[in-house]
């Protein structure tokens, strides 16, 4: 609120002091979740980096990993980070049909994420690289598998975000939800380039 | 955070608004595409040594890092961003100790190899 009224009424901004902060104060309580989850992929990545030679005899990253495949799933997801921040763009332009489109666009590309993914586990599964099969595996799968958990729950959390943007509109409190889900998205993203980066790319140098 | 804004002058010329523009968007999305291109054809073709490769892949996710963070996430914009930032730059500081501290010890520093 106080966001778009601050916006057209500088002036005013007193007025709303006390809805202003509390407002302000969850969009900050997101983001401090958001740096905790910072640290928990952080761990995540020092345990795979740390076992990632660790293969007990079975296959290794060059064997296993097939790039065609992850290569999709990484423009799958920065084209849905560039499409949820055009769902924003419909937000504060008032357009509430073109926000909940783009947030379609952002979950169908955020779906096919999770479909080349899991098509990959279970690939690999077939090929008798399991969670349990190595080190390296075990890194790996609870690495990825983290992050591909976070997308799943973030389509879960879109869903319900364009339910209540239908039925209720732009609102101060949608607003801020699809904010702070956009947020989520971008963050999403960048895990997923240090994912591509350390895992994938380094894997098969 | 993505907000807004309105500084504290109101809209300066060339601030956008606030929750960033389209133009932004387009730019953000342009230059991660070319950063991630980048690493990709590197690695795919083996065009540099090892440890030329591992260091220019990480500078790009970096970069691709801080276009997400200023592009998408409008880091330096709204009221919390000194809050946003400072979180940040902590939350970046453990993730540091935890991945260089582990990587250190694990490889480097047993006795018992």
Redesign the interface.
Known sequence: MA??V??HH?EE?GHEHVHHDLD?LK??G???FL??D??IF??L???Y??LRNNTAGGPTADELFK?PGV?AE??IL??S??TS??A??AM?AGKRNQLIGWLAVTFLLGAAFITLEVTEFIDMVHEGATIATSGFLSGFFTLVGTHGLHVSIGLVWMIGLMLQLRKRGITKVTKRKV??L??YW??L??VW??V???VY??G?? | MGQPTHGHGGHDAGHEGGHGSLKSYVIGFILSIVLTIIPLVVVMNDMMGKTGTIVLILIMAVLQFAVQLWFFMHLKEGENAKWNISALLFAILILFLVVVGSIWIMNYNMVAH
């Open positions: 966001k778009s601050a916006h500088n901004h302000s969009s900050f997101f983001w401090i740096m905790t910072v640290i952080g761990c990545f020092a345990v980096v740390v790039m290569i990484t423009f920065l084209t980070s560039f921040g055009l924003v763009l504060h904010e702070v956009s947020l971008h963050f993203d960048v380039i240090f591509l980066t350390v790319l380094m098969v140098m």
